[in-house]
């Protein structure tokens, strides 16, 4: 598809913008220098994104995760029942004994902490080389680090798990046992 070439006054304005370039960026001068010359100067490449390769985890932890959640704080019975005929009271009451079965499940079995010291609603500095898996970015993203901010949230970060070991031939998918009463 051809294009029109720009207007007059398009072309001073770029005129005017690219002599600005040329002298307080180098590489750009350099650029339009190899144009000149003859030279095909394509578009700077895009840097490449950093593709870890995915790795195998195995699912029977998150499956016993789930049965002990269950387990203490009915969370499946939970969030599989159609709460919509309910009231805000009763469904608040349901959620406060969720809420402490799932709490007393993380304690027992995880040790968890901010991932981010400062309190939220705290301004911060991230430099060159910070933890990208562990702190993202929202909001305006432009440009290079240092970035500065505000917490919206501290994350959280487990450093220690202690799920207990299963027996040899554990069925991990049975998170609730049906119960049948006589």
Request: glycine share 6%; net charge negative; hydrophobic share 45%.
């Given at each position: 598809?051809?294009?029109?070439?720009?207007?007059?006054?398009?072309?001073l304005s770029l005129a005017f913008g690219a002599f600005?370039?040329?002298?307080?960026?180098?590489?750009?001068?350099?650029?339009?220098?190899?144009?000149?010359?003859?030279?095909?100067?394509?578009?700077?490449?895009?840097?490449?994104?950093?593709?870890?390769?995915?790795?195998?985890?195995?699912?029977?932890?998150?499956?016993?995760?789930?049965?002990?959640?269950?387990?203490?704080?009915?969370?499946?019975?939970?969030?599989?029942?159609?709460?919509?005929?309910?009231?805000?009271?009763?469904?608040?009451?349901?959620?406060?004994?969720?809420?402490?079965?799932?709490?007393?499940?993380?304690?027992?079995?995880?040790?968890?902490?901010?991932?981010?010291?400062?309190?939220?609603?705290?301004?911060?500095?991230?430099?060159?080389g910070f933890d990208a898996a562990a702190i993202r970015l929202t909001g305006n993203v432009?440009?290079?680090?240092?970035?500065?901010?505000?917490?919206?949230?501290?994350?959280?970060?487990?450093?220690?798990?202690?799920?207990?070991?299963?027996?040899?031939?554990?069925?991990?998918?049975?998170?609730?046992?049906?119960?049948?009463?006589?």
């Amino acid at each position: 598809m051809a294009q029109t070439p720009p207007s007059f006054m398009r072309r001073l304005s770029l005129a005017f913008g690219a002599f600005f370039a040329i002298l307080s960026k180098p590489d750009f001068a350099a650029q339009v220098m190899r144009l000149r010359a003859g030279a095909d100067v394509a578009a700077p490449a895009a840097p490449a994104p950093d593709v870890r390769p995915l790795r195998e985890v195995p699912h029977e932890a998150a499956l016993q995760l789930l049965g002990m959640l269950q387990r203490e704080a009915r969370l499946i019975d939970f969030v599989e029942e159609d709460i919509a005929a309910y009231s805000d009271a009763d469904v608040g009451g349901a959620a406060r004994l969720v809420h402490a079965g799932c709490r007393k499940v993380m304690r027992e079995h995880f040790s968890i902490e901010p991932v981010c010291a400062d309190a939220e609603g705290s301004r911060v500095t991230l430099a060159d080389g910070f933890d990208a898996a562990a702190i993202r970015l929202t909001g305006n993203v432009v440009g290079k680090p240092p970035f500065t901010g505000t917490i919206s949230h501290r994350g959280w970060r487990v450093t220690d798990a202690r799920l207990p070991k299963l027996a040899e031939h554990h069925d991990a998918t049975i998170i609730a046992q049906a119960e049948v009463e006589l």
